[in-house]
């Protein structure tokens, strides 16, 4: 179980002028709830985070993942990971290969396209400093021939894994900053996503593309 304790306050000019708090205990492992090896239970996802810093054996997690009956993976090799020299593209060292792993033990795979951290190739990195978050949207306003280079590393992904990924996701919550640190607008998001979407369907027709993934 895991044991949360929370407060909320309200200040005006400095005072608390409301607070309310509560501690609650939540039943937080599903393990002891899921039969072992069968998948009894399709609506159950994971995270991998071999994107960023696995500090796990990717290998092992695979099978616990599938020994838990969890139905699919959702993670991404970054894009800064993927292309360290413009047009060449290889899966980050020292991360293995999830997907095939995951498509191997019969785990559905969901490809979050978020190009974490942008890539500096492109001139992507942040604007300022100072705002938190570092996922940088392709944006030819901002970043000349940002776009270009992201749709490469899409058409790289989708042709290389072609039906060991089901899901193909355009970003995450595009609509917080965090995510979406140079603010691009949905207007540019939607022209983002068309072009994603004509290059994965004609690498990977099977493969079903999701958008708008907003965090409301």
């Given at each position: ?183 691009t607008t949905p207007e540019k998001y939607a022209e983002l996503l068309k072009r994603v979407y004509e290059i994965i369907k004609k690498n990977d027709p099977e493969g079903q593309v999701i958008a708008f993934s907003t965090a409301q």
């Amino acid at each position: 179980s895991l044991e949360v304790s929370w407060e909320l306050r309200r200040e005006h000019n400095g005072q608390v002028v409301n607070s309310t708090s509560d501690t609650v205990d939540y039943d937080f492992s599903i393990g002891n709830k899921i039969k072992r090896n069968e998948p009894t239970n399709q609506t159950i996802w994971t995270n991998l985070k071999v994107g960023g810093e696995a500090w796990y054996d990717t290998v092992t997690a695979s099978k616990l993942i599938r020994e838990l009956g969890i139905a699919g993976v959702r993670d991404s090799f970054y894009w800064n990971g993927v292309e360290k020299e413009k047009g060449v593209y290889t899966v980050p060292e020292g991360r293995e290969d999830w997907i095939t792993l995951s498509y191997d033990n019969g785990i559905e795979v969901m490809y979050d396209f978020i190009g974490n951290g942008g890539n500096v190739l492109y001139g992507l990195a942040k604007l300022d400093p100072t705002v938190r978050g570092n996922v940088i949207m392709p944006d030819d306003d901002v970043f000349p021939g940002s776009v270009d280079a992201y749709c490469n590393y899409v058409d790289w992904i989708s042709k290389t894994y072609k039906g060991k990924i089901k899901y193909y996701e355009l970003w995450n919550e595009p609509n917080l900053t965090g995510f979406n640190v140079n603010n691009t607008t949905p207007e540019k998001y939607a022209e983002l996503l068309k072009r994603v979407y004509e290059i994965i369907k004609k690498n990977d027709p099977e493969g079903q593309v999701i958008a708008f993934s907003t965090a409301q």
